[in-house]
């Protein structure tokens, strides 16, 4: 009896060691093939997006004149009724892109998709909600390596750089980097939001909380 016993957990426990052995190498290949289809599109979208050539004493990324203006579930039901992107796009493969972001100390340079979904999120980041033009924009990616997986590992004063589809490149200055629960979705969206420009986010390994960072404007 006893040895039927461990035969089974033997057993049972190669079973789970093998599935777990199987969902790392998914998540694995996965991620290089996320980071291979966005670095493919970067590629192409750069080709796209016109050279910002700054005119004299103009400040690049400037605001407009105010005339002028389970995964991600709990997330779901709040991002799907926004409005398309108000910000210039360039499409590639049926697919609109806002520009591209960059992030010096991560080493990431990535297309940004004007519209999120699960199956946009397995190729870019994408446009949660708000916009460059009103200084909220929320940008949310999978916590692939390749990806945002590594975002939590910025620092106070590290560079964001998002060139947008005209090739105006806006720089931010992380300020706020923190764990929120996934319910959060009100925290999120609009939880001090006069005090940031742009939100990063991307769940964390156990996909019970949201990794966010905060970002200002940075200063010309």
């Known amino acids: 009896m006893r040895k039927t016993v461990r035969i089974c957990c033997f057993i049972t426990g190669a079973v789970l060691l093998l599935s777990a052995l199987f969902l790392v190498i998914y998540n694995r290949a996965e991620d290089k093939k996320s980071g291979e289809t ?61 520009g591209y972001i960059s992030i010096p100390r991560l080493q990431i340079e990535l297309p940004v998709l004007a519209e999120w979904s699960y199956p946009n999120l397995k190729i870019s980041p994408c446009v949660y909600k708000g916009s460059l033009n009103t200084g909220d924009l929320i940008i949310c990616a999978h916590n692939y390596n390749s990806h945002f997986g590594q975002i939590k590992t910025l620092h106070n004063d590290d560079e964001i750089i998002l060139t947008d589809a005209d090739g105006v490149p806006h720089r931010y200055t992380v300020f706020n980097i923190e764990e929120l629960p996934g319910t959060a979705v009100a925290e999120m969206e609009f939880g001090d939001a006069d005090t940031w420009d742009l939100t990063l986010f991307t769940c964390t390994l156990s996909g019970q909380s949201r990794v966010t960072v905060r970002a200002c404007k940075a200063e010309e």
Do not use: C, H, Q, W
């Open 38 to 98: 966005a670095s493919s599109v970067l590629e192409n979208l750069k080709r796209e997006i016109p050279e910002y050539v700054p005119e004299s004493g103009a400040v690049p990324g400037a605001m407009p004149a105010a005339e002028d203006y389970d995964l991600f579930e709990e997330y779901e039901s709040a991002g799907a009724d926004e409005p398309v992107s108000d910000m210039p796009t360039v499409t590639l493969d049926s697919y609109a892109y806002i």
